[in-house]
């Protein structure tokens, strides 16, 4: 399986930008499905974005219009791009990634990233 690690995380202010990444190394990296998820203090874990080897995305509802998923596969990096934050996106954002079918259910995981948003 391919190794994953995060990185990007951070504390920013209301209405402010942050980019995740997550390299992965060990195996060929454009054949996964990959994804970011999140999870908040006391809350279930949940999807915010995905993007197929194909490069189809999905997006959750909650983060529609602010947050861009992409990946470079020439440098094994998979990226979140994090606009107008606010404080509910507060949480520890891991990345996902899995060979077909099953993102979020199986496959390689990294360690995760503290992003924080508060004034």
């Known amino acids: 399986q391919v190794q994953l690690v995060e990185s990007g995380g951070g504390l920013v202010q209301p209405g402010g930008s942050l980019r995740l990444s997550c390299t992965g190394s060990?195996?060929?990296?454009?054949?996964?499905?990959l994804g970011w998820f999140r999870q908040a203090p006391g809350k279930r874990r949940e999807l915010v974005a995905s993007?197929?080897?194909?490069?189809?995305?999905n997006y959750a509802d909650s983060v529609k219009g602010r947050f861009t998923i992409s990946r470079d596969n020439t440098k094994n990096t998979l990226y979140l791009q994090m606009n107008s934050l606010k404080p509910e996106d507060t949480a520890i954002y891991y990345c996902?990634?899995?060979?077909?079918?099953?993102?979020?259910?199986?496959?390689?995981w990294g360690q995760g990233t503290q992003v924080t948003v508060s004034s």
């Open positions: 996902n990634a899995v060979q077909g079918a099953g993102l979020g259910d199986k496959g390689s």
């Open positions: 060990g195996r060929i990296f454009s054949v996964y499905n």
């Open positions: 993007i197929t080897s194909g490069l189809l995305t």
